[in-house]
């Protein structure tokens, strides 16, 4: 994957629920009449519902150019003879269809592809079984393959525990109509992803079936009949939090056509997490548009849209704060354990992740976020989730990324519509904004960034250095704030190649030991940087850019530059390089050294050292400086038009 050098932008529209597409996929089999779906994903686990219902006699009309299908029903429950059903690896497709062909008349096997095989069934089969159904597991109990003698269902009433999977509820909720004395639905235990549920009543209501709801535990549905009806479905908000999170961790602004906030997918409330996180929200009426500001921290409870759980940890590994993940215990129980997962794969990348019995805690430190090769376990979520590291990490790579046409198969190149396009570098400041602590690499990489791309070269860092050089020289008290400004203020600095103070070399004497000691005390005196940042600007402005470096360029002097970037290394790595470029530190004082001087850059209160909102990560422990640079240099090329 390569990084967005820039911030992700665009409008698009996505493929549809596969939520809203199996249920309605269902219903319309079930119906009397031809039923029109618009807005109809096409994806593996949609393939899985329709050949299904193809198999019992559902005839369909496919029109997939443009999202389309036209399926004319069975008028009531399906009649087989022998019928073998395999759901592949869809959730929906078992266990919406389960209780359905166990209404029907005849004997059919349900199987699906070993993910599904693992995943529990045991609720359902159990339900079932309270309610006169013959259901016999092949393989292990509680779960596929299973064979259904099918010969309809009389009893009318079923107590279920939601806790595992609301899917168990839709199934016999959908069902329920084609029992002969309909069905009320007692729930033992409180819901998990209660909005599931809702959406099930709401599709069933778009084919004439009404669903009661006495009180919070029970449903109650009449004998009845499906009829077609005509059904726009909504694109998937599962499938929409990758591409508002993409806004997020890349500073950028996403709309999203055709959601709002009537929407009826509970995954929509994601936005309200983002929003919390500090990005801002706006909902049209066709749309709701992300634009990416801070990403705070905080603890969310995603019970009802768990959906979502990777697409906000990846994101943590992005924010300022904790980010706490509760509720979703049951999310182990999915495609893979997607709590365990999620850690293993973010922990390669740098973040630190804890689980929880019913979550996770992500950790997040930027200074050590790095690429990997990451794994997906057949979960299109893990696919999907990792991607978005790899919008501000470089090298991050996804090992059998086609695990996405379970139910977007072209997401990778949806996320590619949001990449930045190559700006004209007429009227703007073509400022490369390199930051970093020390021994990352920076200095050296910015100079031969600057050659590479033949733009100026400022070294801020420099500036820094000479003004403390100047107070030594003046034995100024570095705690005198305002006499430190005052010298700043009145000293020439020449920056480039050399740097001069006053007109006199002191390219060496801004090195020593002595200076490194002294200039982050120089440097967090706020009257100082005021000084010195207004010539940055001033130069870089009159330049028409350039490449800066330094600690604070891309959060502070430039915020707007065009690209970003923060050099990062291991501390050990780091300590050792310093270490090669001074004759007169042990390592372990250079060591020292540096971590004092990172504690005083990042925690003083003006322009703390900091990752720049959006800015593209790289740790340099592992490469070489032509390789930073060329990488650099494609990213910057990338973004700014030669
Ligand atoms: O080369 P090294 O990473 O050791 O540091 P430098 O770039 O020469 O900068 C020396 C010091 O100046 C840093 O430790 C910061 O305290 C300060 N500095 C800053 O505050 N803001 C900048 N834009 C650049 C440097």
Request: aromatic residues 6%.
């Amino acid at each position: 994957m390569q990084p967005f050098a820039a911030p992700a932008e665009g409008i698009i529209s996505l493929p549809g629920s596969k939520s809203q597409t199996n249920r309605a996929l269902l219903c319309a089999a079930l119906s009397e009449g031809t039923s029109r779906l618009s807005g109809v994903l096409y994806a593996e686990d949609t393939e899985a519902m329709l050949e299904a219902i193809v198999s019992f006699g559902a005839v369909v009309e496919e029109d997939r150019q443009n999202f389309e299908i036209e399926v004319t029903g069975i008028a009531g429950a399906p009649v087989f003879q022998e019928l073998a059903i395999n759901a592949r690896q869809s959730g929906t497709t078992s266990r919406f269809l389960l209780p359905t062909l166990a209404a029907g008349n005849g004997r059919v096997t349900l199987d699906g592809d070993q993910e599904l095989r693992a995943r529990p069934f045991s609720e359902q089969i159990d339900a079932l079984r309270d309610l006169g159904c013959e259901i016999e597991e092949l393989d292990k109990r509680g779960g596929l393959p299973v064979v259904v003698s099918a010969r309809g269902v009389e009893r009318s009433e079923v107590e279920i525990a939601a806790a595992t999977s609301s899917q168990f509820v839709s199934g016999l909720l959908l069902a329920a109509p084609l029992y002969s004395n309909g069905l009320k639905i007692n729930l033992t235990s409180p819901a998990i992803s209660r909005p599931y549920i809702e959406l099930t009543v709401e599709v069933m209501r778009d084919f004439g079936v009404l669903v009661e709801q006495p009180d919070d535990s029970t449903y109650v549905v009449n004998p009845g009949h499906y009829r077609a009806a005509e059904v726009h479905i909504e694109p998937d908000a599962s499938a929409a939090s990758y591409f508002f999170a993409a806004a997020a961790i890349t500073h950028g602004r996403v709309r999203i056509t055709g959601l709002h906030s009537e929407s009826r997918q509970g995954d929509i409330r994601f936005v309200d997490v983002l929003e919390q996180l500090g990005a801002k929200v706006v909902w049209g009426e066709n749309y709701i548009e992300v634009e990416g500001d801070r990403i705070r921290g905080g603890t969310f409870d995603l019970r009802d849209f768990s959906d979502t759980t990777q697409t906000l940890a990846a994101l943590a590994a992005f924010a300022e704060n904790d980010i706490e993940i509760t509720g979703v215990g049951f999310i182990r129980r999915k495609e893979t354990d997607r709590i365990a997962a999620m850690r293993t794969e973010l922990t390669k990348c740098g973040v630190e992740v804890k689980e929880s019995e019913d979550g996770l805690i992500v950790r997040p430190n930027l200074w050590s976020l790095k690429g990997a090769r990451v794994d997906t376990y057949n979960d299109h979520r893990m696919a999907m989730s990792m991607a978005l590291l790899s919008l501000r990490i470089p090298r991050i790579e996804i090992n059998d990324h086609e695990c996405v046409n379970k139910t977007f198969p072209d997401f990778f190149s949806r996320l590619e519509e949001l990449r930045p396009k190559a700006k004209s570098r007429e009227n703007t400041v073509a400022v490369a904004a390199i930051d970093g602590p020390a021994g990352s690499g920076k200095s050296t990489v910015a100079r031969l960034l600057a050659t590479e791309l033949k733009l100026p070269h400022f070294d801020t860092g420099a500036m820094y250095r000479a003004v403390a050089v100047a107070a030594l020289r003046a034995e100024i008290d570095p705690d005198d704030q305002d006499a430190t400004a005052e010298l700043a203020e009145q000293t020439k600095i020449a920056i480039g190649d050399r740097t001069f103070i006053d007109e006199v070399d002191a390219t060496d004497e801004i090195r020593t030991p002595e200076v490194d000691q002294l200039v982050s005390v120089v440097a967090a005196n706020p009257k100082v940087r005021r000084v010195l940042v207004a010539q940055q600007r001033k130069w870089a402005t009159e330049l028409g850019g350039g490449v800066m470096e330094g600690r604070d360029i891309g959060t502070k002097v430039f915020p707007d530059a065009i690209f970003k970037a923060f050099l990062t290394a291991q501390p050990e790595v780091r300590a050792r390089r310093r270490y090669g470029q001074s004759s007169i530190q042990t390592l372990g004082d250079v060591a020292e050294d540096i971590e004092r001087r990172d504690q005083i850059d990042s925690t003083r209160s003006d322009s703390p050292l900091q990752v720049a909102p959006g800015a593209v990560v790289i740790d340099t422990s592992d490469l070489t400086v032509e390789q930073v640079v060329s990488e650099l240099a494609n990213m910057f090329r990338s973004v700014v038009e030669d």
